[in-house]
């Protein structure tokens, strides 16, 4: 009899063994995999493809993370990091340069493009998001920068870091 009772207790020992490595298996392989998501500065995203300035009529919105912070409203003043590209992929700027700070404005205040102003709203601190922008919400024909073509749709990989 005592030795059916230490078998069962090594048995069990044993389950609980193999449950605990599992258990901390999938723990350090999710924290593995979140120290590699890292920020839009240190892991940017691939340049959208297939993109025309005549295919972009509308605004849209690609949630690339979702944040768990607050979520941005208009009047906020919210602190981002971006990457704008022209549709062929070709960057223009950035925040994420070194020597930059990240990029801080009034929501819904006209201080940035319409295309920010609209697509921004509702996002999660922490969130990262894909604004496709048409030209009528970017620049229209009155581009700031010799990089930028009038007429330009745009596309800006953001992340938003912070709502004060």
């Not at 959208?48 to 295919?55: H, I, M, Q, V, Y």
């Not at 020597?99 to 999660?124: C, H, K, N, Y």
């Not at 749709?153 to 912070?162: P, Q, R």
Request: glycine share 12%; proline share 6%.
């Amino acid at each position: 009899m005592n030795r059916s009772i230490i078998l069962i207790a090594v048995a069990v020992l044993a389950l609980l063994g193999v449950g605990a490595y599992l258990l901390l298996g999938q723990r350090s392989g999710s924290q593995r995999a979140s120290v590699g998501s890292g920020t839009l500065c240190t892991n940017q995203p691939a340049a959208a493809a297939g993109l025309t300035n005549e295919g972009i009529t509308t605004l849209r919105i690609e949630d690339l993370k979702e944040g768990s912070g607050p979520q941005a409203i208009t009047s906020n003043t919210v602190r981002m990091q971006y990457v704008g590209r022209l549709v062929d992929g070709k960057q223009f700027d950035t925040s994420c340069q070194p020597g930059r700070t990240p990029f801080e404005f009034t929501l819904g205040a006209g201080q940035v493009i319409p295309g920010w102003d609209s697509g921004i709203v509702g996002m999660r601190v922490g969130g990262q998001r894909r604004l496709i922008i048409p030209a009528s919400l970017a620049y229209g024909e009155r581009s700031p920068s010799p990089d930028i073509p009038p007429n330009s749709a745009l596309v800006f990989d953001v992340e938003l870091l912070e709502i004060r």
